[in-house]
């Protein structure tokens, strides 16, 4: 009866979120997919932590300036996230949570804390960061950038990155019963995801150029043509980065752990 009741508030959270246009209809269900595995192994707690990272970067992208509107002008998708937004962010935190079903072992709900950590820090970063009133340094040519470059640190943005990975630590560490040091450990390891982000944001995701307007963008057409690839690999793009920054944060906080 309790899983019905799981599974009925899934299915209304989801189609709430595609209502109110935070999800597309194939991002819906992605997001159900992915909540009925982390409810798999984390049961309530994990899905818990799963909404408070999707309402928080949610509320977050919905906030606008005049900054971050032109930041988005950069980026290929908006903040109405689809089912490859949804997996970047949360497949790899989902199979964690098969993997502690099939094992329980504790060390699962680290790596869980971690990628939910990296995704929030990362997100926040992305959407408070391009709200600050001082143009971003890019990290490879340690020259000011447009808000919404790939691989561009503000301070603003660098703190709330550490902040929005803190706030999914904490809330583990309350909702799991983790120690301090494991605390300190998530935190530490959800900014190493925003920082690999961005560094793979600075040298190998794709860019573009229109060559109609000059503007330096993430999408492939603009301005009714075809951009040019002016930086990165075509095939790496921003899901990409996400997806492996987060995994391969996981993977060095699971060596040092087993170290």
């Known amino acids: 009866m309790t899983q019905l009741f799981v599974y009925a508030f899934l299915l209304i959270a989801v189609m709430a979120a595609n209502r109110s246009r935070l999800l597309t209809t194939s991002g819906m269900i992605a997001a159900f997919f992915t909540g009925l595995f982390v409810n798999l192994g984390f049961g309530l707690k994990g899905l818990f932590l799963l909404v408070l990272f999707f309402i928080s970067s949610s509320l977050w992208s919905k906030i606008k300036n005049t900054n971050k509107q032109q930041a988005e002008e950069m980026l290929v998708k908006g903040s109405t996230r689809d089912w490859q937004q949804v997996l970047a962010n949360g497949g790899v935190a989902a199979f964690t949570s098969a993997l502690y079903y099939i094992t329980a072992d504790p060390i699962w709900i680290i790596g869980f804390c971690i990628l939910i950590a990296c995704s929030n820090s990362d997100t926040w970063a992305s959407e408070i960061g391009s709200m600050s009133k001082r143009r971003p340094y890019n990290i490879r040519t340690?020259?000011?950038a447009e808000r919404g470059t790939s691989?561009?640190?503000?301070?603003?943005?660098?703190?709330?990155?550490?902040?929005?990975?803190?706030?999914?630590?904490l809330t583990g560490y309350i909702l799991f019963e983790l120690n301090l040091s494991e605390m300190i450990f998530i935190t530490i390891f959800g900014f190493l995801g925003n920082v690999i982000d961005t560094l793979l944001g600075a040298y190998v995701q794709a860019g573009y150029l229109c060559a109609n307007c000059g503007?330096?963008?993430?999408?492939?057409?603009h301005c009714g043509h075809q951009t040019r690839l002016i930086k990165g690999y075509s095939f790496i793009n921003n899901d990409f980065v996400n997806f492996f920054a987060g995994f391969l944060s996981l993977l060095i906080g699971l060596w040092i752990i087993k170290m």
């Open 215 to 221: 503007l330096k963008t993430e999408k492939t057409f």
């Open 151 to 169: 691989g561009a640190v503000s301070p603003l943005g660098t703190f709330a990155s550490i902040v929005g990975s803190f706030i999914i630590a």
């Open 142 to 144: 340690f020259k000011k």
